[in-house]
Structures are given as C-alpha cells and as structure tokens.
C-alpha cells in the first residue's frame, strides 16, 4: 500500500490532478471491497448497472495488450495463468438502453455486425512556434463486419467495410511551425473515405489468415500498438517514422493490398503484406468515391512490409509483454531531399525537384507490464518503446525513436483511467538537414537548422462513462522542423501545446457485440 500511494503522489505531480480532482470522486462505490464481489456490473453515480456478459469484442483496433480504456473488452477470464480486472470502474452516466442492446445481439445471431467511433478534439499552442492559436478536428468512422460463416457456411469467411469522415483543422503547423506534430485523427484531407473493404479469410485451425481488398497497414497491422492510440497527438497509430519513410496510405484512407498473417503458436507470429502506393487517395472523397483511384492504372509502386513477433496478454499472462521486428520496402517515386534534376541544391537554385525511387526501413518495438499493486489485476505500470532505421535510400527522416510509460489504472478507484507518458525523437536525413540550412541562408540568415526534432506528451484518460474517455494532454516540442513553411524562420526553438481528446466507442458505449479479428 505505501508503494501504491507513492505512485499516487508522483502521479499528482504531473500537474493533471488539478484538473481531475473534483472528478476522482464523483460517483465512486463507497464501498470498493463489495465490488470487488460483484460480476458482470458497472457502476454510475454509485448504482449498480448490469452489462451483458456474452458482449467481449476482442480486437477492435490490436490485440489487447490492457484492456480497452472504456471498457470494450468485456469482461476478463479470471484464470489460474493470467490476470482479470478486481475492481470496477465507477462512471458519471451510461449510454446503454436494452432495446439496442437486444437488436446488436439479434444482428449478431445472424452474422452482422456493426462497430464505429467518434473523436473529436481540440489542440491549442499556447507558447513557442510561430503563433499562439487553436485547431479543431472530428474524426467519424462507422464500420459494418459479416461473419460468413453464419450467413453463407464459409468457414473462417469475414468482411469488413469501413468508412470514416474527418473535419476539421487536424494539422496545427501553422501555430507551432512542426510540420509531423498533429492531431491524432488527422488524415490528408477532409471528405468521406474508405478505410477498408476486405475479405478475411481464416485457414487451417486459426494457423493462417489472408486479409485483401483495400485496407491501411497502420491500424495496427505493422509496428502497432493498442497503447500507441491512447496519446492524442504524433504517434497514433505507429511511430511517425513509419509514416514518413514510407509511401503507404494515410491513417484515414486505403489502397488494395493482400496480407498474409500466420500463427505458428497463440503467441508468435509472421506476416507480409502488399499495399499499392496511389497519390489519388490523397485527393478529396478519393476523387470521387469510388472513382479513379479504384482501378490500378494510378498505382506509383508498391509498399512491402514484413514483420514477426511474440507477445501475450491477460489471458496468459499476468505480466503482458510483446516484441517485434519488422522490415519495410517501398519501390514509390519520391522526392529527393536536396537536389534538382542538374544535382544542384533545389533550395539555392530552384528548377525542378529530382525524383528518386526505393526505400528500405527496418523496425523493432518491446513493451512489457513492469510492476503491479497486485500480481493478479490487471492494474500496472506498462514500459514501451519503437526504433525505426533508414537503410537505403532517402527517407527524410535517418533514424527515429519512440519511449514511453504508460500507467494503467492509477486509481484503485478508477481502475479504467490511466496515465500516459511518451517521447519521440526524429534524426533527420543529412540531406534535409542541408536543404533546410541552405533555404535560411537563401533567406539572409545564418542560423543553423537543428538536425533533431523531439516531441513529448503527458496525458491522462478519464473513462467518464461505457464507451467515453476524455483525455487532456500536454505537448511540447524542441525543435519544431518547419519542413511544411514556405518561409524558414530561425530561432524556431520549441512549441508548447495543451487540448482535449473526447473519444466514444460505439460498441462498448451502447454495450453491442463485436466481431473478432486477428492481426497478430
């Protein structure tokens, strides 16, 4: 207990706790012990309400490394292996009405299935940058999954097709001149996209999975993880290094692809994908849904990863943990860095940009619960990180790091809110790092452009209710990039940003049946 309360009192540190006191106790069961008895329940303002036990959707983004902040994974199997949630977690209001609930699992008798979200958020600089200002962005995704194997007898079938909608300012550039610090729900554009339409076809006693159609390989197919969405700004859904070395579609958008999933036990795995590099799905409402970019004559190469890995969770284990390498190659036309098509510095001289084609990135990533209140809860504090490499070609960025700590269940009494901490560093291409040098100096300074660029956020989630979490944060940046200005400004030193993050879950937050789904 006196390890516990020292973690409160660093927590309350952080400076969050000013702004959730009044919170933490608003609503709580007044007496925990007597919970701790009481299955299959949440609370609201004290009273007991009753969830539906066969409701435990299982992998709605990535493979639970801590069960879903609002709750969506239903209940936990309490086992002699791994561990299951010993508290409940107290909730302001709840969303869930029998009517819907009862329709959700007459749709899921038959085989359909329906999931979705809404995130909506609001990010101010408040110091550094260029300008002191706010950006707005929401982010709407409703998805419908069919389960063939209820509807037509194919066994191991599935589709999914999903679409998403966002508006908005998502990027805030402009306010704190970093051109890779954004809003999490950004996408390239605004307008209504397709996020995935696929057939998921399961084979050989849940040894090998074929995904194909048109799908994203960031939401959480290669180097994701379920932690890495918990953060409101620059890292959702992988590293940013992924994104920016590579050439495959944005968060928000798809291209047709085939992935290839085996399983040679419950906790490893091997798969590799192929993914259509297409620069229309970067225009808006894909050019017209579904327009051109639906055919492969706008392909511009391919975008290759490949990953293996190990890792486990509540089920099996009390102390989850997961581990992978990955390798990525893109055959995509780019831009270089630096030159013009007469190898002179396109930033002195102007003309027109050389292109080049061909990239390879390698990856890994380690996450691991470290220590408990209790061995058997699933309560902990979560050590994370991620290191992507540029091994050939030119990528803007030549290395990239991510590390993180992540504080699941802070509260005994709030068992479902947490507490994130996480850095990510950019160690830029020399070749942009001379291209940025070379433009202040064409601009009458001499100032140098700092070849790293590091990002931090601390946040904390507050589960207000089934399927509701809201997450104010803090971000500040050192050495923001200005890659993304027309006009470089020197003395460009750091950014500090402040907002909120409200995210609801349908499923968990109107208590409806999810399909389950493998991707590792």
């Given at each position: 207990?006196?390890?516990e309360?020292?973690?409160?009192?660093?927590?309350?540190?952080?400076?969050?706790?000013?702004?959730?006191t009044?919170?933490?106790g608003?609503?709580?069961?007044?007496?925990?012990a007597?919970?701790?008895?009481?299955?299959?329940?949440?609370?609201?303002?004290?009273t007991?309400?009753?969830?539906?036990?066969?409701?435990?959707?299982?992998?709605?983004?990535?493979?639970?490394f801590?069960?879903?902040?609002?709750?969506?994974?239903?209940?936990?199997?309490?086992?002699?292996?791994?561990?299951?949630?010993l508290s409940?977690q107290?909730?302001?209001?709840?969303?869930?009405?029998?009517?819907?609930?009862?329709a959700?699992?007459?749709l899921?008798?038959?085989?359909?299935?329906f999931?979705?979200?809404?995130?909506?958020?609001?990010n101010?600089?408040?110091?550094?940058?260029?300008?002191?200002g706010?950006?707005?962005?929401?982010?709407?995704?409703?998805?419908?999954?069919?389960?063939?194997?209820?509807?037509?007898?194919?066994?191991?079938?599935?589709?999914?097709?999903?679409?998403?909608?966002?508006a908005g300012?998502?990027?805030?550039?402009?306010y704190?001149?970093?051109?890779?610090?954004w809003?999490?729900?950004?996408?390239?554009?605004?307008?209504?996209?397709?996020?995935?339409?696929?057939?998921?076809?399961?084979l050989?006693?849940?040894?090998?999975?074929?995904?194909?159609?048109?799908?994203?390989?960031?939401?959480?197919?290669?180097?994701?993880?379920?932690?890495?969405?918990?953060?409101a700004?620059?890292?959702?859904?992988?590293?940013t290094?992924?994104?920016?070395?590579?050439s495959?579609?944005?968060?928000t958008?798809?291209?047709?692809?085939?992935r290839?999933?085996?399983?040679?036990?419950?906790?490893?795995y091997?798969?590799g994908?192929?993914?259509?590099?297409e620069?229309?799905?970067?225009?808006?409402?894909?050019?017209?849904?579904?327009?051109?970019?639906?055919g492969?004559?706008?392909?511009?190469g391919?975008?290759?990863?490949?990953?293996l890995?190990?890792?486990?969770d509540?089920?099996t284990?009390?102390?989850?943990?997961a581990?992978s390498?990955?390798?990525?190659?893109?055959?995509?036309?780019?831009?270089?860095?630096?030159?013009?098509?007469?190898?002179?510095?396109?930033?002195?001289?102007?003309?027109?940009?050389?292109?080049?084609?061909?990239?390879?990135?390698?990856?890994?990533?380690?996450?691991?619960?470290?220590?408990?209140?209790d061995r058997?809860?699933?309560?902990?504090?979560?050590?994370?990180?991620?290191a992507?490499f540029?091994?050939?070609g030119?990528?803007?960025?030549?290395?990239?790091?991510?590390?993180?700590?992540?504080?699941?269940?802070?509260?005994?009494?709030?068992?479902?809110?947490?507490?994130?901490?996480?850095?990510?560093s950019?160690?830029?291409?020399?070749?942009?790092?001379?291209?940025?040098?070379?433009?202040?100096?064409?601009?009458?300074?001499?100032?140098?452009?700092n070849?790293?660029?590091?990002?931090?956020?601390l946040?904390?989630?507050l589960?207000?209710?089934?399927?509701i979490?809201?997450?104010?944060y803090?971000?500040?940046?050192?050495?923001?990039?200005?890659l993304?200005?027309?006009?470089?400004?020197p003395?460009?030193?750091y950014?500090?940003q402040v907002?909120?993050?409200?995210?609801?879950?349908?499923n968990?937050?109107?208590?409806?049946?999810?399909?389950?789904?493998?991707r590792k």
């Amino acid at each position: 207990m006196k390890r516990e309360k020292s973690r409160k009192n660093i927590i309350f540190s952080f400076g969050f706790a000013f702004l959730l006191t009044p919170i933490f106790g608003y609503g709580s069961p007044k007496n925990i012990a007597k919970v701790d008895q009481e299955k299959d329940s949440y609370f609201v303002q004290g009273t007991r309400h009753y969830y539906d036990t066969a409701h435990a959707p299982t992998q709605p983004g990535v493979p639970n490394f801590v069960p879903a902040p609002n709750g969506g994974d239903g209940p936990i199997e309490n086992n002699t292996k791994g561990a299951h949630s010993l508290s409940q977690q107290p909730y302001l209001f709840s969303l869930q009405f029998k009517p819907i609930e009862k329709a959700g699992k007459k749709l899921s008798d038959y085989g359909i299935y329906f999931n979705g979200w809404n995130i909506s958020q609001l990010n101010s600089n408040i110091g550094g940058g260029y300008k002191r200002g706010s950006a707005y962005t929401n982010w709407a995704l409703i998805g419908l999954n069919l389960d063939m194997e209820k509807i037509s007898h194919i066994h191991g079938g599935q589709i999914h097709f999903i679409i998403d909608d966002v508006a908005g300012q998502g990027r805030s550039w402009e306010y704190n001149a970093s051109d890779w610090s954004w809003l999490n729900t950004w996408g390239n554009h605004d307008g209504l996209q397709v996020r995935e339409f696929t057939w998921d076809q399961e084979l050989f006693n849940k040894h090998l999975f074929i995904l194909a159609g048109r799908s994203n390989p960031k939401g959480g197919e290669f180097e994701g993880s379920e932690l890495y969405c918990q953060f409101a700004t620059f890292l959702c859904s992988s590293p940013t290094t992924f994104t920016i070395d590579g050439s495959s579609p944005s968060f928000t958008v798809s291209s047709w692809s085939t992935r290839v999933l085996i399983k040679p036990t419950k906790s490893t795995y091997i798969k590799g994908g192929i993914w259509e590099v297409e620069p229309w799905v970067r225009m808006k409402n894909h050019n017209g849904w579904p327009g051109p970019d639906w055919g492969f004559d706008k392909a511009e190469g391919i975008f290759v990863p490949v990953e293996l890995g190990y890792h486990t969770d509540f089920t099996t284990d009390k102390y989850p943990r997961a581990y992978s390498l990955g390798f990525t190659y893109d055959t995509s036309i780019y831009n270089d860095p630096l030159y013009n098509t007469n190898h002179q510095v396109y930033a002195e001289n102007g003309g027109k940009i050389q292109q080049r084609r061909g990239r390879t990135t390698m990856y890994v990533q380690a996450q691991q619960m470290v220590w408990k209140p209790d061995r058997n809860d699933t309560r902990g504090l979560i050590v994370f990180g991620a290191a992507n490499f540029l091994t050939s070609g030119d990528g803007s960025v030549r290395n990239g790091f991510v590390a993180g700590l992540f504080d699941w269940g802070p509260f005994r009494s709030r068992p479902r809110d947490y507490v994130g901490l996480v850095f990510q560093s950019y160690l830029w291409n020399r070749k942009i790092v001379h291209s940025m040098n070379a433009a202040l100096q064409a601009e009458g300074f001499h100032n140098q452009w700092n070849s790293t660029e590091t990002m931090m956020e601390l946040n904390y989630g507050l589960n207000i209710a089934p399927g509701i979490m809201a997450t104010p944060y803090f971000e500040y940046i050192w050495n923001p990039d200005q890659l993304a200005s027309s006009l470089v400004l020197p003395n460009v030193k750091y950014a500090a940003q402040v907002g909120l993050l409200v995210n609801f879950e349908i499923n968990p937050g109107l208590n409806l049946p999810e399909l389950h789904r493998y991707r590792k």
